[in-house]
């Protein structure tokens, strides 16, 4: 046991053990939201829509709401963040120095999504929460000596032709490391800064002996064919043969649930996954406590949150929100429902609709899984599987047929006779009976959500699977640029994507 990990383990006990939060939520939020409103009052913004005046109101949520209207990417950026990348205090003081690019899993084209410094100060400050929250993990003293591997983006950012950088959000925080990270960060910011992903994992894997890796972050399709490919390289049967420190895997992007056997297969002793909610839009939540994947949301770092209620009251039948819709504040919210989560941020963002569903497991502290995306909604002829049905569908099946399926996707398309089907393709490195499959996952299906059953009784005829490999669908995804480690992968397809993805591995 060495002194310096216990030293240090000790004072992040003491720290944890000193902190104390003696504000609710709902003071925490409103707190929050004043904050925002006095930094943005002097901008084009917060003039156009009177932030000063909100300010003196008696309710100061109930005026934001009445006077600010809800934005998604297209609005928010069409009306004023085009504009920022010209022009100061647009819609937060100042011109950022970044901006994310982000495609998501939805979308053709990338995003532009404005960084500021305070926006980059809150991601650390919730990461420092995070750290703050490990003693209740009581993780062994041998981790706090070891290094971190970061699989990101790349760190080579780009210059636009407006001067500002572009990148994914994952690199421009890595382009933003102080030196002194270079202690423990790895795989350091040169290789980080490859930007072919192929050999960027290729010299990850030359130089993982030289190092002492206690825990990774990133996204776990990306993380776990790094870790692959660093088991092969090195001719091990199993991570920790070159790695036995590592102890943590902070996953998020995308569920982990499907990747939990894999992860399992290549490890000589368990791992303890913690899950975070990292988007381009902020740094949300993260677990704070074993024995769950449930995620604390991070309060009062520069977030102010709203919540849509994912049903009638909030979203259409395709999961498009309502002309008025239903809103909560974190006051209002209740367990077990789903929410389309809207955010205010020290980045310039207001009312802003992520695209997120996220259901609350706990009130006291809130605590929240994301449950998939309001476009990964399959409803065409109102099955209604939000994307944790069809997650847990999936989990199932797999389950049932003794297989491991890591990805998926799900498109309605028309078949020869011109009615609707459900075509699936489910990637795994097992041999898959399709028709079985497919079976199996329609039973689950109806047995799960009525209004699938319902559904599959009237105008949706049938269901389809087809079952490929990962490197079919890894080059798949690269056919489209979207290989790398902070790529997410799309569940929900319209039928026009399916086809080429059908053509695709046709000719694979």
């Not at 982000?102 to 053709?108: A, H, L, N, V």
């Not at 056997?261 to 913690?274: M, Q, R, V, Y």
């Not at 209620?309 to 909030?314: L, M, N, Y």
């Not at 087809?466 to 995804?477: Q, S």
Request: with cysteine; charged share 25%.
């Amino acid at each position: 046991m060495s002194l310096f990990g216990t030293l240090v383990k000790g004072g992040i006990k003491l720290n944890h053990a000193l902190s104390f939060d003696n504000e609710n939520a709902a003071e925490q939020q409103e707190k929050q939201l004043r904050l925002l409103l006095k930094k943005a009052k002097d901008t084009a913004f917060g003039k156009y829509y009177g932030f000063a005046e909100m300010l003196k109101a008696d309710d100061v949520i109930k005026a934001f709401q009445a006077e600010v209207p809800l934005f998604d990417y297209h609005q928010m950026h069409e009306a004023w963040w085009q504009k920022q990348q010209e022009h100061p205090d647009i819609s937060w003081p100042g011109k950022p120095e970044f901006f994310a690019l982000s495609s998501g899993t939805t979308g053709k084209s990338s995003k532009r999504i404005p960084i500021t410094d305070e926006f980059l100060q809150s991601m650390k400050d919730v990461g420092t929460s995070l750290i703050k929250s490990i003693p209740e993990f009581d993780f062994p003293e041998e981790l706090f000596e070891s290094e971190v591997l970061m699989l990101s983006s790349s760190a080579n950012l780009s210059k636009n032709e407006s001067g500002h950088l572009e990148g994914e959000i994952s690199g421009i925080n890595v382009s933003n490391f102080p030196g002194w990270y270079d202690v423990f960060y790895r795989p350091g910011k040169e290789i980080a800064s490859i930007t072919d992903w192929d050999e960027r994992v290729q010299r990850i894997a030359e130089e993982a002996p030289n190092w002492n890796i206690g825990a990774i972050a990133g996204i776990p399709s990306w993380v776990l064919l790094m870790l692959q490919k660093v088991i092969e390289h090195n001719d091990l049967k199993n991570i920790h043969e070159i790695w036995p420190n590592l102890t943590v895997y902070a996953s998020g992007g995308v569920a982990f649930e499907t990747y939990r056997k894999d992860f399992e297969a290549i490890s000589g002793k368990p791992i303890t996954i913690i899950d975070t909610y990292l988007a381009s839009e902020g740094f949300f939540s993260y677990t704070a406590h074993p024995n769950t994947m449930d995620m604390r949301l991070a309060l009062e770092h520069g977030y102010f949150y709203e919540f849509i209620p994912f049903d009638e009251r909030g979203v259409d039948e395709h999961g498009g929100l309502l002309e008025n819709p239903v809103i909560h504040t974190i006051s209002e919210v209740e367990l077990d429902q789903e929410y389309v989560l809207i955010v205010s941020t020290c980045a310039g963002a207001w009312r802003y609709q992520i695209g997120d569903v996220v259901k609350f497991t706990n009130l006291e502290p809130h605590e929240i899984k994301i449950t998939g995306r309001t476009k990964f909604f399959l409803n065409v002829v109102g099955s209604q599987l939000s994307e944790e049905k069809m997650d847990d569908a999936i989990l199932e099946v797999s389950k049932a047929l003794d297989i491991t399926v890591n990805e998926y996707s799900v498109a309605a398309i028309k078949n020869e006779e011109g009615e609707y089907i459900h075509q699936w393709v489910v990637v795994s490195e097992m041999e898959i009976d399709e028709n079985a499959f497919a079976e199996k996952l329609d039973d689950s299906l109806k047995e799960a959500n009525k209004n699938y059953g319902v559904a599959r009784s009237k105008a949706l005829k049938g269901i389809r699977v087809k079952g490929i490999g990962k490197e079919t669908y890894h080059n798949f995804l690269a056919k489209g640029k979207k290989k790398g480690g902070q790529v997410k992968t799309p569940k929900v397809m319209n039928e026009e994507r399916m086809k080429g993805f059908l053509e695709f591995i046709q000719t694979a």
